[in-house]
């Protein structure tokens, strides 16, 4: 159940949406170049310039709840593409992180085999617990 924020309540995750993804939704222009060009908004429930439309009104509870924030593929099209330079696959990742720490540790060093930890190389150890734990 998606709950009615106050407008104070809004702005305040808009603001926490553009801390946490270091962009600036309020720029946009809704010129829908970055849809146009990402190569899975048609497999999205929401299109990207959507995604940042909604995070310009502080729909976060929304932007949590839809698919398109996992369908990102993170392959920059739609920064490219913008006027404005906006990274819409930073502002999904963003949504991610925030949906994953709301639901607790999904992993952690304890999960990692030994022989994994002793072989792989020690940034992209710590990129997963970035992605995947709290």
């Not at 009104?57 to 398109?68: F, I, K, P, Q």
Request: glycine share 6%; net charge negative.
């Amino acid at each position: 159940m998606i709950r009615i924020l106050s407008p104070a309540d809004r702005r305040e995750a808009t603001k926490r949406l553009m801390e946490s993804s270091n962009q600036n939704v309020m720029i946009c222009l809704q010129c829908g170049k970055c849809t146009a060009g990402c190569p899975f908004s048609e497999e999205m429930d929401l299109d990207p310039h959507q995604m940042v439309r909604m995070a310009q009104l502080g729909l976060l509870e929304e932007l949590m709840n839809s698919e398109a924030i996992w369908f990102c593929a993170t392959c920059f099209t739609c920064e490219s593409r913008c006027p404005v330079s906006i990274d819409i696959a930073a502002i999904a990742e963003a949504v991610r992180l925030i949906v994953q720490l709301g639901e607790g540790d999904h992993f952690g060093p304890d999960d990692v085999p030994k022989d994994v930890s002793a072989n792989a190389p020690q940034q992209a150890l710590v990129s997963l617990y970035r992605k995947f734990g709290s």
